[in-house]
């Protein structure tokens, strides 16, 4: 694609997956792709490998937060930035590889074919999940079609954070607004991207369990997403 291009990868002790992953991105040779790091003070040192990275990488930048506040406000931190940096095309993954690289083009295809957000699904016909348990799966897969069965919302993977967006879907779901915290973020966006009229479609992935440390999932945050179910369906239209 020729529309300027940023990439938002939020990240919290990921330095032993920062560059292997960075390096698999940048070298799909994605013309005007900017990365943006928006690091949280990552005790391992993330940030700073960030740094050093991006003082030989001049297509790479780096964001600095002074405390862990939550992978929905660092998304939202990430897209002002792209949005101030005249992207049209913004994307969201991972920094775990649990999103593989190589699917960055096929969402970039998904816009280039009418929709507005392209989300990689594990739900969709023929996505899956790897290395995870039976029990994690099961929640996983309740937990969308919870959210689904109460928000009228026709998209499988409602909690998927693999994404591309047109910059106008950005720019009418009122970022500012935004109150999840949370992987219920990704629930929050991708509703309101649907209720504003937007076309979202979805792609199947296949979806790996994190290459290197420790997983963020907790239930607290399983909690927190079935709770602010109900709050978000007070914005559907009606």
């Given at each position: 694609m020729r529309e300027p291009l940023a990439l938002v990868l939020p990240t919290y002790n990921e330095r032993e997956n920062l560059a292997p992953l960075l390096a698999?991105?940048?070298?799909?040779?994605?013309?005007?792709?900017?990365?943006?790091?928006?690091?949280?003070?990552?005790?391992?040192?993330?940030?700073?490998?960030?740094?050093?990275?991006?003082?030989?990488?001049?297509?790479?930048?780096?964001?600095?937060?002074?405390?862990?506040?939550?992978?929905?406000?660092a998304y939202v931190e990430g897209f002002h930035w792209a949005l101030a940096q005249g992207a049209e095309i913004i994307l969201q993954m991972d920094a775990d590889f649990s999103h593989d690289p190589v699917v960055l083009p096929r969402l970039l295809e998904t816009l280039q074919a009418g929709a507005d957000v392209a989300l990689g699904s594990r739900y969709a016909p023929g996505g899956r999940i790897v290395n995870w348990?039976?029990?994690?799966?099961?929640?996983?897969?309740?937990?969308?079609?919870?959210?689904?069965?109460?928000?009228?919302?026709?998209?499988?993977?409602?909690?998927?954070?693999?994404?591309?967006?047109?910059?106008?879907?950005?720019?009418?779901?009122?970022?500012?607004?935004?109150?999840?915290?949370?992987?219920?973020?990704?629930?929050?966006?991708?509703?309101?991207?649907?209720?504003?009229?937007f076309r979202v479609v979805e792609i199947s992935i296949t979806f790996t369990e994190r290459r290197s440390g420790r997983s963020k999932f907790n239930h607290g945050l399983m909690v927190e997403a079935f709770l602010n179910v109900w709050r978000f369906r007070r914005e559907r239209p009606r």
């Open positions: 698999a991105i940048f070298g799909l040779g994605l013309e005007n792709l900017q990365v943006v790091v928006v690091d949280d003070n990552s005790p391992d040192g993330t940030g700073q490998l960030s740094d050093e990275l991006a003082a030989r990488q001049p297509h790479l930048h780096v964001v600095h937060r002074p405390a862990k506040a939550g992978l929905g406000t348990s039976w029990p994690r799966q099961a929640i996983s897969w309740l937990g969308n079609w919870y959210a689904r069965t109460v928000l009228g919302l026709p998209v499988r993977d409602l909690t998927g954070g693999f994404k591309a967006y047109r910059r106008a879907v950005l720019e009418h779901i009122d970022l500012g607004t935004l109150s999840s915290v949370g992987y219920n973020f990704q629930i929050e966006t991708t509703a309101r991207a649907v209720w504003r009229g």
